[in-house]
């Protein structure tokens, strides 16, 4: 879970960080240009999330050897792989690797993701801080049934382009 929540986070925040530098926004930068943000930004969010994964995977992998740990319960057997690598060994071992392997494959998850929300049309949506809703939906006034179309709708719109596409491909 932090592997992933740290992925997705890092990756936004590095996105609007690049695009703050180069003083443009999406936008305003052509689908070409999105997708090298997204590659860009897809990196910085791999490194980092491999980086918070790897103390916990490096434990993983070592206790899942024969014998690794002793004897004893799954806690007692990871506490002494730790005390026989030490800190430092569990956080670092391993880690220019994994942050090469992964920072390209989050790239590439990232740009694959801007490629075909580009080639369907669809459009990427924000979370929303609650404490603002009611200036950006002024919909609360609404009955339930009615806040759930508006709120679906641009995802049914989506779903639609995509069937419609395909259709258009047979």
């Known amino acids: 879970v932090p592997y992933t ?24 930068c052509t689908k070409g240009q999105n997708v090298v943000v997204s590659l860009q930004s897809g990196v910085i969010a791999g490194v980092v999330a491999a980086t918070i994964s790897h103390p916990a995977d490096t434990l ?19 506490g002494n792989i730790a005390a026989e690598e030490g ?17 390209t494959l989050t790239a590439g998850q990232f740009g694959i993701f801007d490629i075909v929300m580009g080639m369907v049309g669809a459009k990427k949506f924000h979370l929303v801080d609650p404490a603002k809703a ?3 939906f002024p919909t609360f006034d609404l ?12 995802y049914i719109e989506a779903s639609f382009n995509i069937l419609s596409h395909h259709i258009k491909l047979m």
């Open 5 to 28: 929540m740290a992925k997705f986070a890092v990756q936004g925040k590095a996105a609007e960080m690049i695009y703050g530098m180069k003083g443009s926004s999406p936008e305003t």
């Open 60 to 78: 993983l992998s070592k206790i899942n050897k024969t014998g690794a740990g002793g004897e004893g319960s799954m806690v007692s057997r990871l």
């Open 143 to 154: 009955t339930r049934e009615q806040q759930i179309e508006i709120y679906l709708s641009p």
């Open 134 to 136: 009611h200036e950006l």
């Open 87 to 103: 800190f430092y060994r569990i956080c670092t071992v391993g880690l220019v690797a994994r942050w090469i392997m992964i920072g």
